[in-house]
């Protein structure tokens, strides 16, 4: 068994999936991968099956019936990934918006500086990503310091979703309790790691916008969080937010 896993959540990744899954297994660390596939229709869960004899010892498959959100798929791999041995826990976006070779940099920042959660980070040194229309950049921008400045983290990119996590921050949370389920579930994780005293770092990464398949942003998945935002700070300073 490898010392990391990374998880990487799918819905109509077909197009992605094979070529992300052989970038990963190529990088010189050895890492898992475990595929958590929400019922997807184009057959990503088929194309994993089938790779899967290729890595045995280290391509796993997570079949959930629908689709429930990021949120949902994510603490369902989580448990998963605690019932195992692994000592880093990855997230992963299936789509080439992160770059496999950054896995190593994040795993080093916790295995080898002491960090308990690696962000990979679009906004620590600027602005650094790649064929988004500006509109969107400033939304993402913005979005983060609006959640800086409603929860007081000092965490630039709150809405990443390319996390290294050591498995103690993860023992730490009550997952239980986790209540987002969009994009919003990323800025729960984070704040209530920082809540813990978890020691958090930034790593600089460049993100490039998909260019095969589709984006699941929603409008629904943007009120989440900026009420959400809102609702745990609120929970947080009546002492009502469970962690």
């Known amino acids: 068994m490898a010392e990391g896993l990374i998880i990487i959540p799918t819905f109509n990744e077909s197009e992605n999936i094979e070529k992300l899954l052989r970038n990963v297994f190529s990088l010189q660390r050895i890492f ?89 980070s679009r906004y620590i040194t600027g602005v650094n990503v790649v064929n988004w229309p500006m509109s969107r950049v400033l939304l993402s921008w913005w979005a983060s310091k609006y959640v800086q400045w409603v929860t007081g983290m000092n965490i630039k990119d709150t809405t990443a979703g390319f996390v290294c996590y050591r498995r103690e921050v993860l023992e730490g949370l009550d997952l239980s309790r986790i209540r987002f389920v969009g994009y919003a579930f990323q800025i729960e994780m984070k704040y209530k790691a920082f809540l813990k005293g978890f020691k958090i770092k930034e790593i600089p990464v460049i993100f490039t916008d998909r260019t095969r398949g589709t984006s699941k942003m929603s409008k629904g998945i943007i009120s989440e969080a900026i009420f959400g935002v809102l609702n745990m700070r609120f929970k947080k300073l009546l002492n009502r937010l469970a962690i």
Do not use: Q
Request: glycine letters at 6%; one cysteine or more; charged letters at 30%.
């Open 32 to 120: 898992s991968v475990l595929v958590v596939d929400d019922g997807s229709p184009d057959g990503t869960a088929e194309i994993v099956e089938r790779l899967i004899p290729e890595y045995p010892k280290h391509l796993n498959l997570l079949k959930r019936s629908e689709k429930s959100g990021l949120g949902r798929a994510y603490i369902a791999a989580f448990e998963w990934a605690l019932k195992r041995d692994y000592s880093f826990i990855f997230e992963m976006d299936a789509d080439f918006s992160h770059n496999p070779n950054d896995l190593i940099r994040l795993y080093n920042c916790c295995a080898r500086e002491g960090y308990d959660m690696a962000i990979g």
